[in-house]
Nanobody, 121 residues
Framework: QVQLVESGGGLVQPGGSLRLSCVASGTIFSIRAMGWYRQAPGKQRELVATITSGGTTTYADSVKGRFTISRDNAKNTVDLQMNSLKPEDTAVYYC???????????????WGQGTQVTVSS
């Protein structure tokens, strides 16, 4: 099986920064895309940022210029550096990893348990 463990959420004032981390462990043959999604109360889960195995990144328009996604392929980790945080960034943030557990298996998505980020004064 595969486990995704997230860390780094918490309460921060507007304009502050937080760094989220996610590590994937277990039976892993190869990791393709890694990313972060978020879900605010009463809203659908939305994409925040993704990064391919080659390092190509995509961001939601709402976080461009403020958030930076990065990964360490040797450690199977993906981080999200969040700067200039706004109250509207408040949500549960989920790590997402698309990987193959074994070479003969198709790739599939795995999700972390979520970590709360609250931006409030």
């Amino acid at each position: 099986q595969v486990q995704l463990v997230e860390s780094g959420g918490g309460l921060v004032q507007p304009g502050g920064s937080l760094r989220l981390s996610c590590v994937a462990s277990g039976t892993i043959f190869s990791i393709r895309a890694m990313g972060w999604y978020r879900q605010a109360p009463g809203k659908q889960r939305e994409l925040v940022a993704t990064i391919t195995s080659g390092g190509t990144t995509t961001y939601a328009d709402s976080v461009k210029g403020r958030f930076t996604i990065s990964r360490d392929n040797a450690k199977n980790t993906v981080d999200l550096q969040m700067n200039s945080l706004k109250p509207e960034d408040t949500a549960v943030y989920y790590c997402n990893v698309n990987l193959k557990r074994l070479p003969q298996l198709p790739p599939r998505d795995y999700w972390g348990q979520g970590t709360q980020v609250t931006v409030s004064s």
